[in-house]
DNA sequence: TTTTTATGTCGTATGTTTACGTCATTAAAC
DNA sequence: GTTTAATGACGTAAACATACGACATAAAAA
């Protein structure tokens, strides 16, 4: 009975607040950077990057494919990750977006 | 000895993940929309907005404050909040930065 | 065919967030 | 001076997130 009051609000602000939720670990923030910076993308290269034990990675991995950040592709043993970059984009204006309408002008007082 | 490895991330990106968590949820949300169109920003107008309980909106409140997201001024019994601009035009200015960054053009493959 | 390798899934301990009722405090109204 | 009103702080139950070891699976190598 307690608990998850989210869907009282407005879609788009669950949406932001589904996204930005997936941004707040930063390993997970990392793991994009790194998808944005290498070209293998290979599931062992992103562990070896970040600080955690594999499954911890795994599982972030995961998260973000849950939410469409990235996408994976099996290559034999081996899985490809890459970035959506549709999904970023698409994040990115909504974000913009948000963070304009909440940022007034004319200050009243404080 | 389990959890919060955090510390172990870069500076950069362990502000955004922060900034990113209390952007995770639509109450926070809500209550920053809500702040950038009223003029009043009485404690008590935000909290009949806000469909939670007075307790659990005042900890969002709190949690905005602490951030550095919002402004709290007492008025005699009541408390005026209003947005800090120069925190959210700094947090845009991250978000975006970052969100530049993982934005590659050329795209490998999927 | 057996072994090795790369990955994901499951179980689980511990820490954190969410939500709210109750209590404390302090200013204003009476 | 008492009462009422607006807030914040405290305590706590339930849900969720984080982290990781152990197990499962399936492709590749030996």
Redesign the pocket.
């Known amino acids: 009975?307690?608990?998850?009051?989210?869907d009282?609000f407005d879609k788009d602000l669950q949406r932001i607040a589904e996204v930005a939720?997936i941004m707040?670990?930063p390993?997970?923030l990392a793991i994009l950077r790194y998808l944005a910076n290498c070209k293998t993308c290979?599931?062992?290269?992103?562990?070896n990057e970040i600080p955690?034990?594999?499954?911890?990675?795994?599982?972030?991995?995961?998260?973000l494919k849950r939410v469409g950040l990235i996408h994976?592709e099996?290559?034999?043993?081996?899985?490809?990750?890459c970035l959506c970059n549709t999904c970023i984009t698409d994040i990115k204006k909504n974000f913009i977006s948000f963070l304009d309408e909440i940022s007034i002008t004319e200050n009243i007082k404080c």
Chains 1, 2 share one sequence.
């Open positions: 009975m307690t608990y998850k009051k989210a009282l939720k707040s670990h390993a997970r290979i599931s062992g290269d992103i562990t955690l034990s594999r499954t911890t990675v795994s599982q972030h991995l995961q998260e994976g099996i290559d034999g043993l081996k899985v490809n990750y």
